[in-house]
């Protein structure tokens, strides 16, 4: 499976965007996914998740309250909802797929989307 992962930009802090991960093969809509960020001198971190089939949410505490994660079957897309951004959660964001939900691992990784916030 082929993670594209989308939707970076600059913004303003108290600013907003919405990142996407689209897959190439419907058996994403199977996979539980989640997001991480990289920021320059820093390790990868968890930032959101969302299970299968429950669609279950769950996030990192930095960003509870300001992200949502969310799934759109039709589009075979995760999206993340990001609000209120603070010039902190500048980082490379990557998308990442796993079969089993109760996993550690993650299978499948698409590329970094740039994500700069402004003071």
């Known amino acids: 499976v082929q993670l594209q992962a989308s939707g970076g930009g600059l913004v303003r802090a108290g600013g907003f965007l919405r990142l996407s991960c689209a897959a190439s093969r419907r058996t994403f809509s199977t996979y539980a996914v989640g997001w991480f960020r990289q920021a320059p001198g820093k390790e990868r971190e968890f930032v959101a998740g969302?299970?299968?089939?429950?669609?279950?949410?769950y996030y990192a505490d930095s960003v509870k309250g300001r992200f949502t994660i969310s799934r759109d079957y039709s589009k075979n897309t995760v999206w993340l909802q990001m609000n209120s951004l603070k010039p902190e959660d500048t980082a490379l964001y990557y998308c990442?797929?796993?079969?089993?939900?109760?996993?550690?691992?993650?299978?499948?990784w698409g590329q970094g989307t740039l994500v700069t916030v402004s003071s």
């Open positions: 969302i299970t299968w089939p429950s669609d279950t949410p």
């Open positions: 990442a797929a796993r079969k089993d939900s109760t996993s550690n691992a993650w299978d499948y």
